[in-house]
């Protein structure tokens, strides 16, 4: 008497419903009494997982492994064979080996094997629970699981027949290998990679072999044909493996495929054609957000399309600009993001150039040029001014001078309070001196002026005071009349 037994091919952990057999085949050619070689089926026994193999009777204790399947409790007689349409009753009968038994509703004649009849094929079905906790071969690519198959049968005479069939079940695992590309969207000339995590068995010898990475062009979404670009690494063990740098030009939608082929103890495992988006990064040189006298805030929008950015501000009065904002980092998020920048020190009533720039590890992109014009230098309130004496009778003549800014509502001192007076005193046409004054931050200014003897005895002299503007403010200008003698 023959056994077999077959739990189908690299069945995987939570998948349902697998078609096996168990077989069972009179091979007697000895004749028993008066009857011949027939024999009566009397139980068939299946111990679907144990740790070692070839077994006998019973799976060792030590390397027992129940629980790796479940049977579904109704089994049936293959057609065209001794038990064609019998249905079979699958119990557990012995639970710390997950031992099964199939127990027949009707019984079951094997003919002798010139008979029409000799064998007998069970169909069942099986759910795989969990991974085998053993590896009854390592040598072999996948788990292992030993299995025995028993059958016990009498011959016509009531002489028993028994069989034992140990075997190896089909590979339960593959090497576990997860994949996503790096990163999951870039820019133009920014270089790109795809990266793996390859995790084997644990009871099993090391990963060897190399992972090939495969970079198809845009459009070939089912990673097919020859690649635009490939990169194999050497595997040593379980661990992360990234592909060299592939720089793209172009933007588009580029997908990688990651393949392991395996080596003695892990079968060949591909991972899902991934895609990866490349773009061009968008910038967009917006209006001004504010602009003053001599300060104003730029405004625009940055597309990073996912890569790291930073973004400045490009100004001045031509389109060579010359001066620039500082880089600031650009913020997270998808489409287009909101950049601003503040500048001082502009001139007032002046027209200048800007662009905005935006800038990641592939290079620098420029918006479009655009201009503004800065506000006028507004008007002083108020230019007063005393001076003391108004005569001096006696050379040298000697007068002090002072004054204040009055500044327009709205600017404040630390910006409308600075600047040069200047003194100018004539005889006629004739310039007697000229002298500066600095204008504090208080906004007021005070000047000593002393006129030589000799510029005359008694006159009228005029008096010129102005105020030379600064980045605020326009200039001022008042008179007055002294005299001398």
């Known amino acids: 008497m023959s056994l077999s037994s077959d739990l189908s091919a690299a069945p995987a952990v939570g998948k349902q419903g697998i078609a096996g057999t168990i077989t069972v085949t009179n091979t007697s050619t000895s004749p028993q009494s008066n009857a011949g070689s027939s024999l009566t089926l009397v139980s068939l026994t299946l111990v679907p997982s144990c740790g070692q193999a070839p077994l006998a009777a019973d799976c060792p204790a ?9 049977f ?6 293959a057609t065209g064979t001794a038990c064609a349409g019998v249905p079979f009753a699958v119990t557990t009968t012995d639970a710390a080996q997950g031992k099964v038994e199939f127990d027949a509703a ?9 008979g029409p009849t000799p064998s007998c094929r069970v169909n069942f079905t099986f759910d795989v629970l ?3 906790t053993f590896d009854a071969d390592p040598t072999t690519a996948g788990v292992q699981t030993g299995r025995l198959a028993l059958a016990t049968a009498t011959h016509t005479d009531g002489s028993p027949a028994v069989t034992i069939s140990p075997a190896l079940s089909p590979a339960f695992a593959r090497a576990n290998v997860t994949a ?4 999951s969207g870039t820019t133009v000339n920014i270089p790109m990679t795809d990266a793996v995590a390859l995790t084997g068995r644990p009871s099993a010898p090391p990963l060897t072999g190399t992972v090939s990475f495969k970079l198809y062009e845009p459009g070939n979404a089912a990673c097919a044909g020859a690649p635009l670009f490939s990169s194999d690494m050497p595997v040593s063990g379980s661990g992360s493996y990234v592909s060299d740098p592939f720089l793209p030009v172009a ?3 580029y997908h990688w495929l990651a393949s392991y082929p395996g080596d003695a103890n892990n079968a060949a495992v591909n991972t899902a054609c991934q895609v990866v988006s490349v773009h061009v990064p968008i910038v967009a040189t917006g209006a001004m957000a504010r602009v003053g006298r001599v300060g104003a805030t730029f405004a625009g929008s940055v597309d990073t399309a996912g890569a790291a950015t930073t973004y400045s501000f490009e100004y001045g009065r031509t389109t060579a600009y010359g001066a620039t904002t500082p880089d600031r980092p650009v913020g997270g998020g998808t489409g287009p993001a909101s950049v601003m920048s503040i500048v001082t020190g502009l001139r007032a009533g002046t027209t200048y150039h800007y662009r905005l720039v935006a800038t990641n590890g592939g290079g620098s992109i420029t918006g479009f040029d655009a201009t503004f014009k ?22 040298p003549y000697r007068f002090t001078f002072r004054g204040k800014l009055t500044l327009p509502a709205g600017l404040p001192p630390a910006q409308g309070c600075s600047g040069l007076m200047s003194i100018v005193i004539r005889n006629g046409a004739k310039t007697l001196t000229t002298v500066h004054a600095g ?27 102005s105020f030379g503007g600064n980045r605020e403010l326009a200039k001022k200008f008042v008179s007055t009349v002294i005299r001398t003698g």
């Open 251 to 253: 933007p588009g939608d």
């Open 180 to 183: 996503s590309a790096t990163p």
């Open 374 to 395: 800065t506000k006028p230098k507004a008007a002083l309130k108020r230019l007063s001014l005393s001076v003391a004496p108004h005569r001096d009778a006696s050379a």
């Open 130 to 132: 969990r991974m085998p």
């Open 106 to 114: 009707s019984p079951v004649l094997l003919s002798n094997p010139s």
């Open 72 to 77: 579904n409790p109704n089994a049936t007689g």
């Open 62 to 70: 030590s390397v027992r492994d129940p629980g790796v399947v479940s």
């Open 439 to 465: 204008v504090t931050k208080h906004c007021g200014f005070a000047k000593a002026i002393t006129i030589p003897k000799g510029s005359g005895g008694s006159r009228r002299l005029k008096v010129a005071v």
